[in-house]
């Protein structure tokens, strides 16, 4: 593995852009990727909408991409953004880092910002293990993000049934404990595009603010981060059904609750399913409506020009993320 800082790569931390959406009021969205037309959408959709962003992988997608592209990919992206005309802040930040060696190699290799995600382990070994990260990060000006509390929910190798909502007693002397940067917390958002199984007309179960507002409180200015927040349109599900797929009626986060979170000390909003599902949805749709279609720029082509919709819609209409470049 080739020793890179993220400095060369032209990325930075997330320190300025949480300082940002704290004064002013947003959240900066994390949008995750697997692949170059994925990456290519989130950059061009931020730049578009003069948005900072956080691209995300888990240790999974940085597996199936290949670690010796995501640098060079990471690159790309800060001069595609300069190329639309806007160099937006970019993080290259790896989601749900499962040790000390994980982080570790992210950070040697150019990641500006990382997880160290050891909520299911007991609340004395989740300081330890992120005072670890925390103690290496530092030393290289990357910045780190830890996790209080379970979602439930499965998203790549982060499985849990059950949720525990953050307890707020416990945050102080974690962020004491640790020194981290910004803290993920469950106040019943969760992982995947299945979140809420719902009866017709029934809505899903409302986000614990209380939560969040008595945390808010005890550690003012802090930065708090939402995963789990992808809002699930019907009308994405509806279109995958429609063309051969299967997915169960299925509900996400409504777009006012996050509307509200962004406005609060959320400044970090993550967002991995909705960009899947327009993805996928549109592909069917060209497979479906073009059986005999056969060249892949004819169907990721368009999926990606859906996803930069996606996300121009998120950053300006959910997040508040837009126009916050110039
Ligand atoms: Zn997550």
């Not at 993550?270 to 479906?288: C, K, P």
């Given at each position: 593995m080739k020793k890179v800082h993220y400095s060369e790569l032209g990325l930075v931390n997330t320190n300025a852009m949480f300082a940002a959406a704290m004064k002013e009021g947003f959240a900066v969205p994390?949008?995750?990727?697997?692949?170059?037309?994925?990456?290519?959408?989130?950059?061009?959709?931020?730049?578009?909408?003069?948005?900072?962003v956080i691209i995300q992988v888990s240790g999974s997608a940085r597996k199936y991409i290949g670690?010796?592209?995501?640098?060079?990919?990471?690159?790309?992206?800060?001069?595609?953004?300069?190329e639309i005309g806007l160099q937006i802040p970019i993080a290259?930040?790896?989601?749900?880092?499962?040790?000390?060696e994980l982080?570790?190699?992210?950070?040697?290799?150019?990641?500006?910002?990382?997880?160290i995600d050891a909520s299911h382990h007991s609340f004395e070994e989740n300081i330890e293990m992120t005072k670890q990260v925390v103690d290496y990060a530092h030393q290289h000006d990357v910045t780190v993000e830890a996790e209080l509390g379970v979602l439930a929910g499965i998203e790549d190798e982060v499985v849990a049934e059950k949720s525990t909502y953050t307890k707020p007693e416990e945050v102080k002397s974690f962020l004491e404990g640790t020194g981290v940067d910004s803290l993920a917390i469950s106040i019943g958002t969760s992982h995947g595009a299945f979140k809420f199984k719902l009866e017709p007309g029934q809505e899903p179960p409302p986000l614990r603010f209380d939560i969040l507002e008595e945390i808010e409180q005890l550690v003012p200015g802090f930065p708090i981060v939402l995963h789990g927040a992808s809002s699930v349109p019907?009308?994405?599900?509806?279109?995958?059904?429609?063309?051969?797929?299967?997915?169960?009626?299925?509900?996400?986060?409504?777009?006012?609750?996050?509307?509200?979170?962004?406005?609060?000390?959320?400044?970090?909003?993550?967002?991995?399913?909705?960009?899947?599902?327009?993805?996928?949805?549109?592909?069917?749709?060209?497979?479906?409506?073009?059986?005999?279609?056969?060249?892949?720029?004819?169907?990721?082509?368009?999926?990606?020009?859906?996803?930069?919709?996606?996300?121009?819609?998120k950053n300006t209409h959910v997040l508040g993320s837009a126009g916050r470049v110039k």
């Open positions: 994390a949008y995750n990727f697997n692949n170059m037309e994925q990456l290519q959408a989130i950059i061009t959709g931020c730049a578009k909408s003069g948005s900072p670690e010796p592209f995501l640098p060079h990919m990471a690159a790309a992206a800060v001069d595609l953004s300069k290259l930040h790896l989601d749900h880092g499962n040790s000390f982080a570790k190699e992210c950070i040697d290799s150019g990641f500006s910002s990382v997880m019907p009308e994405d599900i509806a279109k995958i059904n429609k063309y051969g797929g299967q997915m169960d009626n299925t509900a996400g986060i409504p777009e006012e609750q996050l509307r509200r979170a962004a406005a609060s000390a959320v400044c970090k909003v993550n967002i991995d399913s909705d960009g899947r599902l327009a993805m996928t949805a549109t592909i069917r749709e060209i497979l479906s409506e073009n059986p005999s279609e056969f060249d892949p720029r004819k169907y990721l082509g368009p999926a990606r020009e859906e996803l930069i919709k996606m996300v121009m819609y």
